[in-house]
């Protein structure tokens, strides 16, 4: 704390500013010849060079490719699904003037697509597809596969289009009218929905026509009447397929949601999953519904052993946040979120507004997100997101699409209604 | 067995998106010359739709890679072409160079380079495997004078116009000058920190008032000047050209800090040392400051010389203006008998609370001066 006297300037608290503390002509220049400051001068700048190579040292090896110097290293790893017995058939199968064989590939790898989360599989199945894409009266398979990838990609209204072309030249095929009801739905054309459902008597199971009305009646306003048919039916066809009875559970399970019976449906999803583990729909709906209850730690168990998607990797990264935890899902989300940003796709504007919204808590920059993904689908989903958004950013006008879609769809979801009440909405009644 | 086929469809279709990412690949290109140089960053899977990758098991050694690269190569070379203004195609030179992970796992880097003989290159078109993923893109990152540039091919959109090298070198100076004057003056932190260095200078003399007093007190303020200058431009070339990088977080905080040093040290005086040294040694983590404006505009690395010296040029011809705007109002205060002393302790504090609120923002990230 000893200044030598002839150094730098320094105020003295009692002789003030005006004494004379330094010679103006030694502070302009620097005193290189005072002792003490001379040493300080040296370490200084020793000290400064040292840090900086260590500094230029540190710094060379970031990025940048690697280089391996061993042949037998180990530099990465290729999906397993590639060796699946039955895509690796299809595959074979494949015959270049054969469009059925050309279907049957391209459902292999939707297939895969769904059960690994892994978003290559929809352009490979493209790929199958695509020498048959100017083809006059192609096969119904190769049609059925086309509307359902491009359903995959959120092109609802070029797979509607697909399915009409279908449906005419094949009135009797159920998978289409399926695939139609629930394209319908996504885009909140009930009407059609539901008549693509009644389309389905008689072609399936009776189980399956049931779930399908039920789960458009749920949105429409008439939750606990589909609920006791839909109990009804499951009961009634024990004997169905587990996949089949599991998609009833789980639309029982969202049926719940609408009525507000949160722990309900938690346990419906529960049920769905354990008949079809490999559902990753059931397991996302049984987490979602945990998160609604509280119980982050719940959600975790149900998506343990789920491959990494977006819709599960958003799960895991609230529910961390909600046990105060990091497990390192957000960064993951967050660096696949802008992956997906650079190739300026909208199919995860889902995933990315809930993320904004829920893990960064940053609603202006969900704001525009949850705006596109609702032009695109509208499940209840999709309307909790706009209103929560709008909520948060106290502006009505934004969640406007969302409450026109709670008019028109006269659904009762307690929630979505409490949300559009909170916006100074009036409350949705009547019939549809 | 429809039916078992239904009810697949069904979770498909219960709309809910499948995820990880789609195919991409990244390509950054760099125009030298008459060359275009840069890399392409391939999958590993994407590669073993292009061929066999190896021996049907699902590890991939560096071997695999190496032995497959003729292969590679020949695709890529016809797969990823540029041609010049003639449409004659430019002869290219990819090689494998390496092995990099992206947020999807293992990529292959091949490093390319294109010779368009005497003309410039003009279009690049891109089409690999278009036909084994309709799905696939290429984001590409193109350096040039201005800036980096952003675009995604794919088979919808597989060619991309090069612009001709386009602003003069005096213009790229210009407006590089116009970049480094703006940064000054929009970073407070560095002004903040000028100022409380020259501060004691400025208000501490002798009490005589005369105009060669006054000259001498601003010829005062050169050697700091000179000096945080010299030391900031030495690491803004060292970062900028990529020799040095450190995380911008711990530069920020490191200025912050400096601030509130500086500040302090005004004070209460307890680092030993001489303004000027001072002043270097601090200004060496200002330069590391300013270099992010410029290592984010992803210029070229020749276009990065002219960028460079015109952009530091701006930076000291911002700091001078601030300097000449209020050294004759704080020449003007040290002058009038109760407020120099005043000025210099409570402007420091002022300098160092401010510091410190910096410091507190940057190290935990949370925003207490709304902005």
């Not at chain 2, 105009?211 to 010299?230: D, H, K, Q």
């Not at chain 2, 203006?321 to 002058?335: G, I, K, N, R």
Request: charged residues 20%; proline residues 5%; contains cysteine.
């Amino acid at each position: 704390m000893i200044q030598s006297p002839s150094t730098t300037p320094v105020w003295d608290p009692k002789s003030g500013p005006s004494a004379p503390i330094a010679d103006d002509s030694t502070a302009a220049t620097g005193t290189l010849a005072g002792g003490l400051s001379a040493r300080w001068t040296a370490r200084l700048v020793v000290g400064g060079l040292t840090a900086l190579l260590m500094l230029v040292a540190a710094g060379s090896g970031e990025s940048g490719p690697r280089r391996p110097t061993d042949d037998a290293e180990v530099v990465g790893r290729l999906p397993s699904e590639r060796r699946d017995p039955r895509l690796l058939a299809a595959q074979r199968a494949k015959r270049d003037d054969d469009p059925r064989s050309a279907a049957a590939l391209a459902r292999e790898h939707l297939r895969l697509a769904t059960s690994t989360g892994d978003a290559r599989h929809l352009g490979l199945a493209a790929a199958a597809l695509a020498p048959w894409s100017a083809a006059e009266a192609p096969p119904i398979e190769l049609m059925l596969v086309r509307a359902r990838l491009l359903q995959s990609r959120h092109d609802f209204v070029g797979a509607r289009l697909e399915l009409s072309r279908l449906l005419t030249r094949a009135p009797r095929e159920p998978e289409g009218w399926m695939l139609r009801a629930t394209v319908s739905a996504v885009t909140a054309d009930f009407i059609a929905a539901r008549e693509s459902c009644r389309r389905l008597e008689g072609l399936t199971l009776p189980l399956l026509v049931t779930a399908c009305i039920s789960a458009v009646d749920g949105l429409t306003g008439h939750a606990a009447e589909a609920t006791a048919e839909l109990k009804r039916a499951v009961d009634a066809n024990a004997e169905a397929p587990a996949e089949v009875r599991a998609w009833a559970l789980v639309t029982l399970a969202e049926l719940a949601q609408r009525r507000g019976q949160d722990r309900e449906a938690l346990d419906w999803f529960r049920q769905a999953r354990r008949l079809a583990p490999h559902d990753g729909y059931a397991a996302v709906g049984e987490a979602d519904a945990a998160l609604d209850l509280g119980e982050a730690r719940t959600a975790v168990d149900a998506l343990a052993g789920r491959p990494e998607d977006d819709a599960t990797l958003l799960r895991r990264a609230l529910a961390a946040r909600a046990l105060g935890v990091d497990d390192g899902s957000a960064a993951r989300l967050r660096e696949r979120l802008a992956a997906q940003r650079l190739r300026g796709e909208t199919l995860h504007a889902r995933e990315a507004a809930r993320f904004a919204l829920s893990v960064d808590g940053d609603a202006t920059a969900a704001a525009p997100l949850a705006v596109k993904n609702f032009e695109v689908q509208r499940e209840p989903a999709d309307v909790r997101l706009l209103l929560e958004v709008a909520r948060e950013l106290r502006d009505a006008r934004l969640a406007e699409p969302a409450l026109r879609w709670l008019a028109h769809s006269h659904c009762e979801d307690p929630k979505l209604t409490a949300l559009a009440r909170a916006l100074g909405a009036a409350p949705v009644k009547g019939e549809p | 067995m429809k039916t078992w086929w239904l009810a697949l469809a069904l979770f498909l279709l219960s709309a809910q998106a499948v995820a990880h990412k789609s195919s991409d690949a990244y390509l950054r290109l760099e125009p030298r010359g008459q060359e275009l140089v840069g890399r392409l960053d391939v999958a590993l899977r994407d590669l073993a739709l292009l061929a066999p990758l190896g021996d049907g098991a699902d590890v991939v050694r560096w071997g695999d890679v190496r032995s497959a690269s003729p292969a590679l190569l020949r695709e890529l070379a016809s797969s990823l072409q540029l041609e010049s203004t003639a449409n004659t195609p430019c002869s290219a030179h990819p090689t494998l160079d390496g092995v990099v992970n992206h947020s999807d796992g293992p990529y292959a880097v091949f490093a390319l380079r294109f010779d368009c003989g005497n003309a410039s290159p003009l279009r690049l078109r891109y089409h690999l495997l278009a036909q084994q993923d309709p799905d696939h893109r290429a984001i590409v990152q193109l350096a040039t004078a201005r800036g980096a540039e952003h675009h995604v091919l794919g088979p919808a959109e597989p060619e991309l116009m090069l612009a001709a090298s386009g602003d003069g070198l005096f213009a790229q100076l210009w407006t590089s000058i116009g970049r480094g004057f703006q940064h000054i003056l929009e970073g407070t932190d560095h002004l903040a920190f000028l100022l409380v260095l020259v501060l004691p200078l400025l208000v501490l003399r002798r009490a005589t008032r005369g105009w060669s007093e006054r000259a001498a007190t601003l010829a005062g303020m050169l050697p700091v000047i000179t000096s945080f200058t010299v030391a900031h431009s030495l690491t803004l070339g060292l970062a900028t050209f990529g020799l040095v990088t450190l995380p911008s977080r711990l530069v920020e905080c490191a200025i912050a800090l400096s601030v509130v040093l500086a500040a302090v040290d005004n004070v209460r005086p307890m680092l030993r040392a001489e303004r000027w040294v001072l002043a270097f040694g601090l200004g060496l983590v200002h330069g590391f400051g300013f270099s992010s404006a410029l290592t984010d505009l992803g210029l070229p690395r020749l276009a990065l010389f002219t960028a460079l010296a015109g952009f530091n040029f701006g930076v000291e011809l911002g700091q001078l203006l601030v300097l000449c705007a209020l050294a004759p109002l704080l020449l003007w205060l040290a002058e009038q008998p109760r407020f120099g002393a005043p000025t210099l302790r409570y402007g420091s504090l002022f300098a160092a609370a401010f510091g410190a609120i910096w410091l507190a923002e940057r190290a935990f990230d949370v925003n207490v001066l709304a902005r």
